[in-house]
């Protein structure tokens, strides 16, 4: 995707030395799934002395660009931590905010539906739909059919959800007569489907997970950044790769050794 797709700017184009940057880092392995816990719009809004929300629309924007260069990077699965459960404890102003918020843009994504098409993206919504308003539920229903028979790229977009919650409602959907394997509560996950979970990224300088995809990463690699997600840029996308690429080695080692048993 690119910020065509959903601002109406022109083409975002990396540089040429950015294309000889990314054909670099091709040598090496490349994630086929990366994990965003896009923290910070808030403390970014504060600094510019702004609302919040000043902050998330920022935050929107940097989403947009950090797919577009996911895309060239050649990685196929992004999963985003959007809005906790947690998140509804919020002020009103804030929260109602978000969800107009949320209704704006994807009402803007299905205006540049052609885009969706040129570039394949598929989006998944991941959490719980019976929090959601019943107008931007419809709304994201709306753009997963718009997508759903797109297969270059996943975007999961995690909204009204925790971890303890996914893993909580996938136990309970189980066979009780069946015995509880890790393979058979990844089948019932909300990301089933998806490759397995190999770069979690966090921004803001925060060392912890938040409830976030917490049974995906037993196997991933954890990468904390400092910029706060508004100012997440290409190079700090550089540098999380090659944190990945330096430590995929024991990660599949690990995962080989749990799938034999």
């Known amino acids: 995707m690119t910020p065509t797709a959903v601002s109406g700017e022109e083409d975002y184009e990396l540089p040429w030395y950015h294309k000889l940057i990314i054909r670099m880092i091709k040598f090496g392995e490349i994630p086929k799934h990366v994990a965003f816990i896009m923290d910070g719009n808030r403390r970014y809004a504060r600094h510019l002395s702004q609302i919040p929300l000043r902050g998330h629309i920022e935050g929107f924007e940097t989403l947009v660009r950090v797919l577009s260069w996911a895309r060239e990077l050649g990685i196929r699965c992004i999963t985003v931590y959007a809005f906790s459960i947690d998140n509804f404890k919020r002020s009103k102003d804030e929260v109602d905010g978000l969800m107009d918020l949320a209704k704006d ?16 993206i598929k989006f998944k919504v991941i959490g719980n739909r019976d929090m959601f308003p019943k107008d931007l539920s419809r709304k ?23 971890s303890t919650q996914e893993i909580c409602d996938a136990v309970n959907k189980m066979d009780r007569t069946v015995e509880l394997t890790s393979t058979s509560l990844d089948r019932h996950l909300m990301t089933a489907g998806c490759p397995p979970l190999d770069l979690l990224i966090r921004t803001s300088g925060e060392v912890r997970l938040s409830d976030f995809l917490l049974w995906q990463c037993r196997f991933s690699c954890l990468c904390f950044l400092s ?14 790769v090659r944190h990945y690429q330096r430590n995929s080695r024991k990660l599949n080692e690990m995962r080989a050794i749990v799938a034999a048993g």
């Open 140 to 162: 994201w229903e709306q753009l997963e059919a718009a997508t759903s028979n797109n297969t270059e790229a996943v975007l999961n977009v995690c909204f009204a959800y925790t």
């Open 227 to 240: 910029p706060l997600w508004p100012k997440f840029d290409v190079w700090n996308m550089y540098s999380a």
């Open 105 to 120: 843009k994807i009402d803007l994504v299905l205006s540049e539906s052609h885009h969706l098409q040129r570039f394949g």
